[in-house]
């Protein structure tokens, strides 16, 4: 059995939950070692090409994959009594991101499941698990970008019905279809468009909903259909989900869709904004402790730094100051989200 193979193997077991503790450290190794990161790519080529050739019906989900890394590589750290530094816990979390990002390596989940008995529909759904971003095409040609943590889905009556159901946030380039125009919903709204470029962020966990038109005509609606508003390029709409209204506001579309890029923009962003935003990039949780000044406004651009470089320099250039917390394991076996408490420096 070649070495590649036999990597593969222990990798495969781990995933079952098959291993000793020779492949656990086998499986950190491969992973923190950016010496091994050509092994790593050759593992992860074989393990995907395997999946995704499986003729086995049902849903393909990856996620556990990064659950169980997670888990499992702490766990036998800590039963080790082995010690890492917040910045070892940084470059590594980083270092699985960016394989993530690897078209071999991307986590999608395809579904095809039945919904409820009365719409009697299949539906096909493509997400974008913590860390990742995934490039998507659309069976009307239709492309685009899902940001992490999102998903999108679409009924089988697509080539009739041109709508898609988003939880979280994506960056679409709608095909341009004369007198069959394409609508993308979320649980608060409802946006309509021919043929254009525009940005949509709507997560479960936050109290608003963004829409950034890049290109063409888009018309907004509320789910209910009581207020409606027919956007231009460079417009923003920013619907607060408490309130049951919206706000427009003239912006740089290309700062809301930096992400496709892999950049982490900030134009004169108050720190609520600035934490909202660190919590989707990084999968981590942000609170904010304390009372800012309301003129106190962050202007960066962020490329490749992993979190710890972020808020040292957030630290050197706002009058803030920063704690980590350390991440528990929770009742399900899965250690929780980073938290980081951002508050005031008063010194």
């Known amino acids: 059995m070649s070495e590649i193979e036999f990597g593969r193997k222990r990798i495969t077991g781990f995933f079952n939950g098959e291993y000793s503790g020779n492949d656990l450290d086998y499986i950190r190794d491969v992973f923190c070692d950016k010496y091994g990161e050509e092994e790593l790519k050759q593992l992860l080529r ?3 090409y395997e999946l995704c050739g499986s003729t086995q019906p049902g849903e393909k989900d990856l996620n556990h994959i990064l659950y169980r890394i997670h888990y499992d590589i702490n766990k036998g750290i800590a039963e080790r009594n082995r010690s890492w530094s917040f910045r070892n816990i940084i470059t590594w979390s980083a270092r699985i991101a960016a394989i993530l990002l690897l078209p071999i390596a991307i986590y999608f989940t395809f579904r095809q499941n039945k919904p409820a008995p009365a719409e009697h529909l299949s539906w096909v759904e493509i997400t974008a698990p913590a860390w990742t971003r995934a490039q ?15 998903s999108l889905k679409y009924y089988e009556d697509f080539s009739v019905n041109r709508r898609v159901i988003l939880t979280g946030e994506a960056y679409f380039n709608v095909l341009n279809e004369n007198n069959r125009p394409f609508h993308v919903s979320t649980n608060e709204i409802i946006v309509e468009v021919l043929g254009t470029k525009f940005n949509i962020a709507s997560y479960e966990n936050e109290n608003y909903v963004e829409v950034v038109l890049e290109e063409g005509k888009l018309l907004f609606n509320d789910l209910e259909l009581k207020n409606s508003y027919t956007m231009s390029p460079n417009d923003l709409v920013k619907f607060d989900k408490t309130l049951k209204d919206f706000s427009t506001e003239t912006v740089q579309p290309q700062k809301y869709m930096s992400w496709i890029d892999g950049k982490l923009i900030f134009r004169n962003d108050p720190i609520d904004v600035v934490a909202r935003r660190l919590e989707r990039w990084y ?4 609170v904010v402790d304390g009372k800012f000044a309301e003129d106190l406004r962050l202007r960066a651009t962020f490329i490749d730094e992993n979190l710890e470089e972020v808020l040292g320099l957030l630290k050197r250039g706002l009058p803030l100051k920063y704690r980590v917390e350390n991440r528990g394991l929770q009742s399900d076996e899965i250690y929780s989200k980073m938290r980081v408490i951002i508050s005031p420096d008063t010194n």
């Open 283 to 286: 999968n981590i949780e942000v």
């Open 46 to 48: 074989k393990q995907w």
């Open 136 to 150: 998507f095409s659309l069976p009307d040609g239709t492309t685009g970008w899902l940001n992490s943590n999102s």
